[in-house]
């Protein structure tokens, strides 16, 4: 087992594979997802824009977010405008847009920018833990900004990508989003990560959904312990 696999265990899954056979499985897995959800263009802008649309997206529906993320930058422009505008402007404004949690979030991208200017030079940093400093922004936020801003390979966990790889057995069905990363991390090739959380979004979204999944129809039926019934609902409830 490589390094940095020794730290997870096999424990806790719902059905018995070693990690070799996992790992192999877990490629089969990826190919067939970047085949299935090819995508040409992999950054939905620069490293500042991504960050903002994070924040804006929590708990928001994707359409909803990439309206008001245009009208934002529509409106106010380029970070500098954006630090130096009130926080009870910029609440007022995602207010109006219907954004959930518009006072929270308001008062994330000020600050957020007003650090970035003052503390970074104006440049979002490509390091997961100073991304992890800034308000607003937790562990998927960032690796989100590094994978979707920057092109780096990272794995973002989010719903879906969490949900899949525990009905996938990538990930043990009981463990944190965290630790979800941790196993693809160590399962994935490195140069496949950027790759993981669009491709299992789109998939997500089309086949393995939260309720009442298309298994009958999936890529990934023959591969899938979920299909099978070594995964099922109750475990994953846990």
């Given at each position: 087992m490589e390094a940095k696999s020794r730290s997870l265990s096999l424990k806790g899954f719902t059905f018995e594979e070693g990690w070799e056979e996992k790992k192999k499985r877990a490629e089969k897995i990826v190919e067939i997802l970047m085949e299935t959800h090819p995508r040409e263009k992999l950054l939905i802008g620069d490293p500042y824009r991504t960050l903002v649309?994070?924040?804006i997206s929590q708990r928001m529906r994707d359409k909803v977010t990439y309206r008001v993320w245009e009208e934002?930058?529509?409106r106010y422009g380029n970070i500098e405008k954006i630090?130096?505008?009130p926080v009870e402007e910029m609440q007022e404004f995602l207010r109006k847009?219907?954004?959930g949690l518009w006072k929270t979030k308001g008062e994330w991208i000020v600050k957020a920018s007003k650090i970035i200017l003052e503390k970074?030079?104006?440049k979002v940093p490509d390091n997961i833990h100073e991304l992890m400093k800034l308000p607003g922004i937790g562990r998927k936020c960032a690796n989100i900004v590094l994978a979707y801003g920057f092109g780096k390979q990272a794995i973002p966990v989010d719903t879906h990508v969490n949900r899949i790889s525990k009905r996938l057995g990538?990930?043990?069905p009981r463990v944190a989003p965290e630790k979800v990363e941790e196993y693809l991390r160590a399962l994935i090739p490195r140069d496949k990560w950027i790759y993981v959380n669009h491709a299992m979004v789109d998939h997500g979204r089309s086949i393995c959904?939260?309720?009442n999944p298309k298994c009958g129809e999936c890529p990934l039926r023959e591969l899938c312990p979920y299909a099978k019934g070594l995964v099922t609902e109750e475990h994953l409830r846990g």
């Open positions: 649309h994070c924040i934002l930058f529509r630090a130096n505008t847009q219907g954004v970074y030079g104006g990538l990930a043990p959904r939260p309720i």
